[in-house]
């Protein structure tokens, strides 16, 4: 949780302020922009260390951005504006979706005793009070499931035919997703949803405006009521998300209003998406890209291919996937000798001895694991001059503590790239570990 003291929580409360006046008024192109904008500044503010679905807000959020340039001149900036955004947003999710799956071909997501979907299975079997089954057969189905809802779901979204049943099988699969209380899947599998309700032809939205009453019966549903429950319900959330900031305790409550917000929103989505097997599909031309918006499409497809580029091993949407990269080798099916290593990194490595730094000490001294000599360099400039670290490198024993003169100083990489860039441990385990 982000504190109000820090660049994060401004940055934070400045998103969650222009959330609030789009829900005021939902039709707003302007105001949509400026959360936007708001909300890539946010991410870019807490980079490196960003979770995927917030990576993924914000290359969407550059879309909506580089969408409100394309056709200045037209009669109708707003209808321009959505006809290039939508492409450009639905691409994401289809590459978001392709890079997962891909990234869970490996020899140790298929074993039941280091995959993480088992673990969070385990999770949501405890969520719900421990009455699902758990046996060898059932974690052996829910590996395979995952893997053909994961790998079908960028087809599907391909053709037209078949957007309402990907759309539909996504929603379901991330419902089952956010019932995981521990790791709190929720916020993932409510960035995935918004974006798969995308792909649903426009007639859906139609009949959504019409028939909303019908299906809620007396509950105030016409624009301005609605707006005024959302607002109320995000409010309230942000209010909580401040205190739990200031006060870490109320973290546990925290994250069972966010568990029962979703299981409502879920259930709405679900009701609301079953009448578009009945519609007119979306027609093809909503995959045709605009220059400016393919941008940042581009950006998401760089973001996915990193760690094969060795750019970097984390939040390249290969999260909790088992996968393990290295410079030469990889537990990957098909790509068994790793990535092409670019900048070098994943061969530069280090053995942490011993480190002031408890997160540092317990991931690497502790674990065996090693580190990428950026990797040190990184931690280094991000904990400023308290750290202190023992480590060998090449077969010789640095320790780094600021103002300290080694024959060889601890390298601090280039701002940019501490910003951009981020890596796993190296080293056998590490594949066992359920990281985003």
Same mark, same amino acid.
């Given at each position: 949780?982000?504190?109000?003291?820090?660049?994060?929580?401004?940055?934070?409360?400045?998103?969650?302020?222009?959330?609030?006046?789009?829900?005021?008024?939902?039709?707003?192109?302007?105001?949509?922009?400026?959360?936007?904008?708001?909300?890539?500044?946010?991410?870019?503010?807490?980079?490196?260390?960003?979770?995927?679905?917030?990576?993924?807000?914000?290359?969407?959020?550059?879309?909506?951005?580089?969408?409100?340039?394309?056709?200045?001149?037209?009669?109708?900036?707003?209808?321009?504006?959505?006809?290039?955004?939508?492409?450009?947003?639905?691409?994401?999710?289809?590459?978001?979706?392709?890079?997962?799956?891909?990234?869970?071909?490996?020899?140790?997501?298929?074993?039941?005793?280091?995959?993480?979907?088992?673990?969070?299975?385990?999770?949501?079997?405890?969520?719900?009070?421990?009455?699902?089954?758990?046996?060898?057969?059932?974690?052996?189905?829910?590996?395979?499931?995952?893997?053909?809802?994961? &790998?079908?779901?960028?087809?599907?979204?391909?053709? &037209?035919?078949?957007?309402?049943?990907?759309?539909?099988?996504?929603?379901?699969?991330?419902?089952?997703?956010?019932?995981?209380?521990?790791?709190?899947?929720?916020?993932? /599998?409510?960035?995935?949803?918004?974006?798969?309700?995308?792909?649903?032809?426009?007639?859906?939205?139609?009949?959504?405006?019409?028939?909303?009453?019908?299906?809620?019966?007396?509950?105030?549903?016409?624009?301005?009521?609605?707006?005024?429950?959302?607002?109320?319900?995000?409010?309230?959330?942000?209010?909580?998300?401040?205190?739990?900031?200031?006060?870490?305790?109320?973290?546990?409550?925290?994250?069972?209003?966010?568990?029962?917000?979703?299981?409502?929103?879920?259930?709405?989505?679900?009701?609301?998406?079953?009448? /578009?097997?009945?519609?007119?599909?979306?027609?093809?031309?909503?995959?045709?890209?605009?220059?400016?918006?393919?941008?940042?499409?581009?950006?998401?497809?760089?973001?996915?291919?990193?760690?094969?580029?060795?750019?970097?091993?984390?939040?390249?949407?290969?999260?909790?996937?088992?996968?393990?990269?290295?410079?030469?080798?990889?537990?990957?099916?098909?790509?068994?000798?790793?990535?092409?290593?670019?900048?070098?990194?994943?061969?530069?490595?280090?053995?942490?001895?011993?480190?002031?730094?408890?997160?540092?000490?317990?991931?690497?001294?502790?674990?065996?694991?090693?580190?990428?000599?950026?990797?040190? &360099?990184?931690?280094?400039?991000?904990?400023?001059?308290?750290?202190?670290?023992?480590?060998?490198?090449?077969?010789?024993?640095?320790?780094?503590?600021? &103002?300290?003169?080694?024959?060889?100083?601890?390298?601090?990489?280039?701002?940019?790239?501490?910003?951009?860039?981020?890596?796993?441990?190296?080293?056998?385990?590490?594949?066992?570990?359920?990281?985003?």
């Amino acid at each position: 949780m982000w504190k109000l003291t820090s660049l994060a929580g401004l940055t934070g409360a400045c998103t969650a302020g222009c959330a609030i006046a789009v829900l005021m008024r939902p039709g707003c192109v302007k105001r949509l922009g400026w959360l936007s904008l708001s909300l890539s500044g946010f991410v870019a503010v807490e980079l490196p260390e960003v979770p995927n679905h917030r990576l993924v807000l914000a290359f969407v959020s550059l879309a909506f951005v580089f969408s409100l340039g394309v056709d200045r001149r037209s009669d109708n900036r707003e209808e321009t504006t959505w006809n290039a955004f939508f492409p450009a947003a639905r691409w994401t999710a289809i590459l978001v979706y392709a890079f997962a799956f891909f990234s869970k071909l490996n020899a140790d997501f298929l074993n039941p005793d280091h995959s993480c979907s088992i673990a969070f299975y385990g999770n949501i079997r405890d969520t719900l009070g421990g009455w699902l089954p758990a046996n060898d057969g059932v974690h052996s189905a829910i590996i395979r499931i995952t893997l053909i809802v994961e &790998g079908a779901l960028p087809f599907l979204l391909l053709w &037209g035919r078949t957007r309402a049943i990907a759309v539909l099988l996504g929603l379901t699969f991330h419902v089952a997703l956010g019932l995981d209380v521990v790791k709190l899947f929720s916020n993932f /599998s409510a960035v995935m949803s918004a974006l798969l309700v995308l792909f649903l032809p426009t007639t859906f939205f139609d009949s959504w405006s019409t028939g909303k009453r019908k299906l809620f019966g007396r509950i105030p549903t016409n624009g301005p009521e609605l707006s005024k429950i959302c607002v109320a319900v995000f409010t309230l959330l942000i209010a909580f998300a401040i205190l739990v900031g200031q006060f870490p305790a109320l973290f546990f409550a925290y994250k069972w209003a966010l568990f029962v917000t979703w299981c409502v929103v879920a259930v709405v989505l679900l009701t609301a998406v079953i009448p /578009s097997f009945f519609m007119t599909q979306t027609p093809e031309r909503a995959l045709r890209l605009r220059a400016w918006p393919a941008f940042a499409v581009a950006l998401v497809m760089l973001n996915g291919l990193s760690p094969w580029l060795g750019l970097k091993t984390r939040t390249a949407f290969n999260m909790y996937s088992n996968l393990r990269v290295e410079a030469g080798y990889s537990n990957h099916f098909l790509l068994p000798n790793g990535g092409l290593d670019l900048l070098g990194h994943l061969e530069d490595t280090v053995r942490i001895i011993g480190s002031s730094d408890r997160d540092l000490h317990e991931t690497h001294a502790e674990s065996g694991l090693n580190a990428t000599y950026f990797s040190l &360099g990184q931690t280094a400039a991000a904990r400023g001059p308290v750290i202190e670290i023992v480590y060998e490198r090449d077969g010789r024993r640095f320790q780094y503590f600021p &103002g300290r003169n080694d024959p060889e100083p601890l390298k601090i990489p280039p701002w940019i790239l501490r910003k951009l860039l981020l890596y796993r441990p190296i080293g056998d385990g590490v594949e066992r570990q359920c990281i985003w």
